[in-house]
């Protein structure tokens, strides 16, 4: 295997009986770097993580980590970690033994466990509490308990197991800053697993979408949002506003508003009749314009950070997004869109 590419998925297959949940496939995780499988569920994502870890085998295919192919190895035997959603921590041990039960199994020297279990509670900003037990922390503490005892042992590859589902919001932020602040600071390889579209691109280099055992497409999380490859993809990565246009080389044209092509947007594409999408946050509303713009506002929801505003524009409902110094409240029911060329995407009719 190339040592770039440290986690390699060759033709791999997974069948529970009669039931394929992984067909023929192909993953590349290159060395220190953070991928996600993100994907709805039922996709296959975390039977792809368990294929990684050991938990489960193959059908068929191989599984390499480092160049070694460790299809039919153990996980004891793989050299990896894995955080879980539920913490998985021992409630009858303290902090500090928790974070060293890995290095305890390794009979390691009680003077190294200790260095190392300081030090790993210092990353995740627990130090001065290892002496207290699960129950007398909160779940973002115990989250980050679960990520030291993880890194404590300095495993080749990490993995995630939808590691934030159990925080709220404001938790989940802050996880998900600390996780990705130390994946990147000792360039961990790494494979994460999540339905959260906002949780996947916090955290990743590559985000890997799943649909049905199959990867819909891969790439940085701004290549996903900005070129989805299918109409699946342009649904999946957020809300889309889908047109039928033309584009006639230098232009688009929906409904007869004439819209000046990104050159990034229409790139390698050639002139001709597409599904047009625009993203939500791509439109404003003012109160003049071209008759080709003019729109009726349904329904205006406030969002506390923006507002959501239906309007119908020929004959069809669009979905804007816009923050407070977007959005005009006094604008009649009568208004005119504007949209920004980087917002747009194009599709062919059988994508």
């Known amino acids: 295997m ?3 590419n440290f986690v390699v998925l060759k033709n791999v297959c997974k069948r529970f009986g009669d039931n394929t949940v992984i067909g023929n496939l192909d993953l590349e995780i290159k060395k220190g770097s953070l991928v996600t499988l993100l994907g709805p569920s039922g996709c296959g994502k975390t039977t792809v993580l368990r294929l990684v870890a ?3 085998k193959p059908t068929s295919g191989q599984i390499f980590i480092d160049g070694e192919d460790v299809t039919n190895t153990s996980i004891q035997q793989r050299d990896i970690c894995m955080v879980f959603q539920s913490y998985a921590l021992f409630p009858h041990l303290s902090l500090y033994d928790n974070v060293g039960y890995g290095l305890k199994m390794l009979k390691l020297p009680a003077a190294e466990i200790k260095q190392r279990v300081d030090d790993a509670l210092k990353l995740v900003d627990l130090s001065g509490m290892g002496d207290r037990f699960v129950d007398q922390i909160s779940g973002g503490q115990q989250q980050r308990i679960a990520l030291a005892r993880a890194l404590v042992l300095k495993p080749k590859v990490l993995l995630f197991d939808e590691p934030l589902s159990n925080l709220d919001a404001n938790l989940r932020r802050s996880m998900r800053e600390t996780i990705r602040d130390l994946q990147q600071r000792f360039n961990i390889t790494s494979l994460y697993v999540t ?3 906002t949780e996947a ?5 590559t985000v890997i979408v799943m649909k049905d055992g199959e990867i ?3 790439g940085s999380p701004d290549d996903l ?3 989805p490859s299918s109409m699946f993809m342009a649904n999946f990565m957020g809300d889309a506003n889908i047109f039928t246009g033309h584009f006639d080389g230098e232009q688009l044209n929906i409904n007869g508003y004439c819209i000046p092509a990104d ?3 229409v790139q390698g594409k050639s002139e001709g009749d597409y599904q047009i999408g625009i993203r939500p946050e791509a439109i404003l509303l003012t109160s003049e314009g071209e008759a080709s713009q003019q729109c009726i506002v349904n329904n205006v929801v406030y969002m506390g950070s923006m507002y959501e505003v239906a309007v119908t524009w020929h004959d069809q409902e669009l979905l804007l997004q816009l923050n407070s110094s977007q959005f005009d409240a006094n604008l009649s029911d009568h208004a005119y869109l504007t949209i920004n060329p980087t917002g747009i995407f194009l599709l062919p009719f059988n994508a």
């Open 201 to 205: 691109f916090a955290v990743s280099d």
């Open 225 to 227: 949002y900005k070129t």
């Open 2 to 4: 190339e040592n770039d």
């Open 216 to 218: 819909m497409q891969q």
């Open 195 to 197: 339905h959260d579209q």
């Open 263 to 265: 050159p990034d947007v």
């Open 54 to 56: 050991g938990l489960e």
